[in-house]
């Protein structure tokens, strides 16, 4: 039996990477690689190749400039990384999470 890569690994779970499944559904049907993305947007291959293998995280820089390769509105892709990052912050805090007391209620 082969082993799962961690990253496909992390595509099947309930909380992928915001990148993953877009070389597939956006880059491969336009018939261009990381490269020519690279090409056009500024980007370095190895930013692009991360995101989209879920291995790094994006800014507003990046956001922009893939965003407008891609017809996505400002904002877009930043939107998803905060999803996924607020998942898997909240999966990893787990039930300390739920034993924090607002402030606003305990000094009342």
Known sequence: MVPKSPIITEVQSANP???????DDLLAPLGVGVAVVA???GLSVAAIDGFLEGTRCIDADFD??????FGFSPGYLLRLQVAHDLEAAARTAGDALARIEPLSRAAA
């Open 17 to 23: 990477p915001p990148g993953a499944g877009l070389r």
């Open 64 to 69: 922009l400039r893939f965003g407008r390769c």
């Open 39 to 41: 090409a056009a947007t």
